[in-house]
């Protein structure tokens, strides 16, 4: 099956710093990048959607100014958390898709970000 | 607008018991509709999908059957494992503009199985 990886893992920051969290398909081109956040215990909350090459949308009440995604190209994206506070620790898990419709997202593993 | 529903648990089972997991959706049009795992620490695994009504998704002795007459996608395993204890997400697909689907998950089944 398809795989994607994020990283780091885990990262744990001072508040006021940013944070950047890469995600990339290992092993096709992704046209499109889902970034999602999962509180504990809790479901996925979709934040926002990256096709490569355009700018990201976001889903309604996520700071567009906070949370800076980049689709550099068809394997990477990345999420920058800018300025965290610890209110923005979270788990945070990116998916990929190949194609269009109809096909299946891959999930990376996370990046639990832990902000002091 | 589209959404899924599923019993939040905690579920706690057995070994070997029989589980059922409800799930019902609100959709337009024909999503796709799909279960994920998620092990302690981990992020999701595709556990299975089903494309189109009365198709029957099923892996790892999971399946179930995409109901369009109830908007149903129940989760149901003859005889669970405690590998099996895991966070269990109902989801579907809902079409974008021209280019991408979206996923809506449900809010997630605590699943716990005691030898």
């Known amino acids: 099956g398809a795989v994607v990886s994020q990283h780091p893992s885990r990262v744990i920051c001072k508040s006021g710093t940013s944070v950047k969290i890469e995600c990339r398909s290992l092993d096709f081109q992704a046209t499109t990048m889902f970034w999602y956040r999962q509180f504990p215990k809790k479901s996925l909350m979709l934040m926002a959607t990256s096709n490569e090459g355009s700018k990201a949308t976001y889903e309604q009440g996520v700071e567009k100014d906070k949370f800076l995604i980049n689709h550099a190209s068809l394997t990477l994206s990345t999420l920058t958390v800018t300025s965290a506070h610890p209110e923005d620790s979270s788990f945070y898990i990116c998916s990929a898709v190949r194609g269009g419709f109809g096909e299946t997202q891959y999930f990376g593993p996370g990046t639990r970000l832990l902000v002091l | 607008g589209n959404s899924v529903t599923q019993m939040e648990g905690p579920v706690t089972l057995s070994e070997e018991a029989f589980l059922t997991i409800n799930c019902t959706y609100t959709?337009?049009?024909?999503?796709?509709l799909f279960w994920y795992v998620q092990y302690p620490g981990e992020g999701l695994q595709l556990l299975l999908k089903?494309?189109?009504?009365?198709d029957k998704g099923s892996n790892k002795g999971f399946e179930a059957t995409y109901r369009k007459e109830t908007t149903s996608f129940h989760l149901e395993k003859g005889s669970v494992q405690v590998s099996d204890s895991a966070v269990y997400f109902c989801?579907?697909?809902?079409?974008?503009?021209?280019?991408?689907?979206?996923?809506?998950f449900g809010p997630g089944t605590s699943l716990s199985v005691i030898p």
């Open positions: 959709a337009t049009g024909y999503p796709s």
């Open positions: 089903a494309t189109k009504a009365d």
């Open positions: 989801a579907l697909s809902d079409q974008v503009g021209t280019s991408y689907d979206k996923v809506i």
